[in-house]
């Protein structure tokens, strides 16, 4: 059984750089054919899609965050990572990792983490 878990500052203030870890356990990063995503919902709005990291490390991000972002591989096999910089209040959300079977395109997930909240303010 594949598992996510998100882990990250909580709060942040803005102009600031976070940075979460997803964790896997029953996979890795590197191992199949597998992309790894960041999601985040604000509150308000649906799902917006945030960018991903495939098994050999090629990386895709929104046009709109690519700016800001950066992911990345953790420093062990079963963890990648996600970094915005200069964040705003609008950046307030619950960020999700997830897995992109092989296959699918970067907006289909077979496995998520239950998230962790991000609130930018001061």
């Known amino acids: 059984q594949v598992q996510l878990q998100e882990s990250g500052p909580g709060l942040v203030k803005p102009s600031q750089t976070f940075s979460l870890t997803c964790t896997l356990s029953?996979?890795?990063?590197?191992?199949?054919?597998?992309?790894w995503a960041w999601i985040r919902q604000t509150p308000g709005k649906g799902l917006e899609w945030i960018g991903s990291?495939?098994?050999?490390?090629?990386?895709n991000y929104s046009p709109t965050l690519k700016e800001r972002t950066s992911i990345a591989g953790g420093t062990s096999k079963n963890q990648f990572t996600l970094k915005m910089s200069s964040v705003r209040p609008e950046d307030t959300a619950v960020y999700y990792c997830?897995?992109?079977?092989?296959?699918?395109?970067?907006?289909?997930?077979?496995?998520w983490g239950r998230g962790a909240q991000i609130t930018v303010s001061s």
């Open positions: 029953g996979s890795s990063v590197t191992t199949g054919y597998f992309y």
């Open positions: 997830a897995r992109v079977p092989p296959g699918k395109g970067l907006g289909s997930f077979d496995y």
């Open positions: 990291i495939s098994y050999d490390g090629r990386t």
